[in-house]
């Protein structure tokens, strides 16, 4: 990295710029939930959520999550 584009982000502070530090536990927690929620969207039913309730959406929801673990 460029010493100037060091500066300039010291500079900005928390106004913008990149994280001042990358935790790779939380960045692979936050990864698995992305892939977790993607994988669920393959599912045309909960991706469209036709359901009234958030009960039964809740439970279409459930049926997905266990039939792509299978």
């Known amino acids: 990295e460029r010493a100037d584009q060091q500066a300039n982000r010291r500079r900005r502070g928390s106004r913008g710029g ?7 536990q939380l960045y692979k927690r936050r990864n698995v939930v992305e892939r977790c929620f993607n994988r669920l969207k393959q599912c045309r039913s909960v991706a469209t959520r036709y359901d009234k309730t958030a009960t039964s ?14």
């Open 18 to 24: 990149r994280p001042p530090a990358f935790d790779k």
């Open 57 to 70: 959406y809740r439970a279409t929801v459930t049926i997905a999550a266990l039939l792509q673990w299978l």
